[in-house]
């Protein structure tokens, strides 16, 4: 049996903030005959990056996230075009792109899955600006929400719910002006999400036919409408029905530009400011995966 020469950067402030317990599990349970491997925490904001480069300069064979999706971001934008390969333990708060994986989110399932049953693919990611994410990035209404939720101590669903409160009914909506390949949209909305992945995370599917292997971003704009109206949109990220959602218009394509006055933004979850025109294009097949 092929042994992987393996870095696990463990990230101490994801999720429910248990990287003990990550650590023991790990130890417990991962086949340490196929996996040769070191554990490191990150120390601080982008350390995950350093670590992952550092694996990738040292020819690693893989390297295995233990976080959420700003992790994910932080440890594939790093190995995107490299040899080294990513697979993912989950430990977010939402755990997006481990989910969009089919990546089983019960921790010691998890192990087991990459103890038996993954295996080596490739998948896309994207960039926005020049700046890399692997599942979604948007602006509007959620980039806000991403910076609100970024202040707050305590992470998981109910900081996002708290976050969401705080701004949902007095924030206002503004025009995108889309160019894709081949049309042209104008619309006001409330947010612009550019989908690799098919969630925001906790199995809210914002673009439900997304797929990180097709070679296409999927661009969803949350349209005007009384609020009301979007609380019953809110209930379709839960029934995969987004898409079909009179509050919400789906393009799909390799490249978009998007031009708006909001500039509160964010690449999986990690808030960034982003400049107008916003240029977003798939890199297909850009990130080889253990999944
Ligand atoms: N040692 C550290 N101390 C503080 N922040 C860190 C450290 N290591 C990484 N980070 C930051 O922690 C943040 C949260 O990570 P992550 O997104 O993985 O968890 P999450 O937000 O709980 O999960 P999800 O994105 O799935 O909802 C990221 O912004 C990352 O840069």
């Known amino acids: 049996m092929t042994t992987f020469i393996t870095k696990i950067i463990v ?17 417990r349970y991962l086949d340490k005959s196929r996996f040769k491997y070191d554990i490191v925490e990150s120390k601080y904001r982008g350390h995950t990056s350093e670590l992952a480069k550092e694996a990738v300069e040292n020819n690693y064979d893989l390297v295995i996230a233990v976080g959420g999706d700003g992790t994910v971001n932080e440890i594939g934008s790093v190995l995107t075009d490299t040899e080294t390969a990513m697979a993912i333990l989950p430990k977010g708060s939402g755990n997006g ?93 409330f947010l612009a999400v550019i989908a ?20 296409l971003l999927n661009l969803v704009i949350v349209k005007d409408a009384p609020k009301i109206t979007l609380l019953t949109a ?13 509050n919400a218009v789906t393009l799909k394509g390799q490249y978009f530009k998007i031009e708006t006055t909001f500039h509160h933004a964010h690449l999986d979850g990690e808030p960034i400011e982003a400049e107008s025109p916003v240029e977003v294009k798939i890199k297909p097949s850009s990130l080889k995966m253990f999944v």
Do not use: W
Request: proline share 3%; glycine share 8%; charged share 25%.
């Open 11 to 27: 990230n101490p402030n994801s999720g429910h903030k248990d990287a003990l317990q990550s650590e023991r599990d790990i130890d």
């Open 97 to 189: 792109v481990a989910r969009c994986l089919q990546i089983p989110v019960k921790f010691k399932k998890a192990i087991e899955h990459l103890n038996y049953s993954a295996t080596f693919q490739r998948i896309d990611t994207a960039l926005l600006n020049n700046r890399p994410f692997i599942g979604l990035a948007g602006i509007g209404f959620d980039g806000l929400i991403s910076h609100e939720f970024d202040r707050y101590a305590s992470r998981g669903l109910t900081g996002y719910l708290r976050a969401v409160s705080k701004h949902f009914l007095k924030f206002k909506p503004a025009k995108f002006k889309v160019t894709a390949e081949d049309e042209q949209l104008e619309v006001k909305g």
């Open 196 to 215: 690799n992945s098919d969630q925001f995370g906790n199995n809210a599917r914002i673009a439900p036919k997304a797929n990180m292997q097709d070679g």
């Open 234 to 246: 809110v209930l379709r990220l839960f029934g995969k029905s987004f898409d079909k959602s009179k």
